[in-house]
């Protein structure tokens, strides 16, 4: 649409135009068409053409071809994203969360089985043995020197034994401690004495 000016004055839509020859029924349905633009009839017609142009589109049934073409390919590529989407939270459901909450279901069905909490068997620790402290009229070098080197080795092992010792605070119950120990080691330890 070209603009011309007329002593200074820009006149839009003056000068420049043809007559189109179209069947009535398409003439108002065009003009009602145009009225929901608020736009001339010639800017209406302006901006279809150039719809169909950058669209590369053909008017006469090939255009909407194209447009469902895409319209389906893009539906296709977000089914497929949405796919992945799913199988990634159904992953984080089967490895993290399920499993939390049946380690958590199991503790607090153990927690509340009798409304009441387990009681805990007292560990037996041997008694000390004190008898090898006690004044001895007469001993003899050799077993006064086992002794002690006994007593030492006994007092070395209490001490390791005290530093494997660990206070737990579980999330339900009371306190209680735990002592890192293998099992090889709680047998020695148990047949020693």
Known sequence: MEK???NGKIKKGTGGYSNITVKKETATRF???SKRFNKSHSEV???MIQYFKE???DPFGEGTKVILDSIKKLERQMMKKFDRLIAIIKNMEKTSIRPTYEMVLILYEAYVKDGRKPKREPIKIQEERMDFLESRNTVPKVEHERILHEFESYKKR???IID???KVEPMMGKPYLK????MGDYESI???H
């Open 4 to 6: 011309q000016s007329t």
């Open 31 to 33: 003009r009602s068409y």
């Open 45 to 47: 017609l302006e901006g």
């Open 55 to 57: 669209n590369n589109l």
């Open 158 to 160: 209490c001490n390791e």
């Open 164 to 166: 494997n010792v660990e």
């Open 179 to 182: 002592i890192n120990m293998g």
């Open 190 to 192: 148990k047949y020693q």
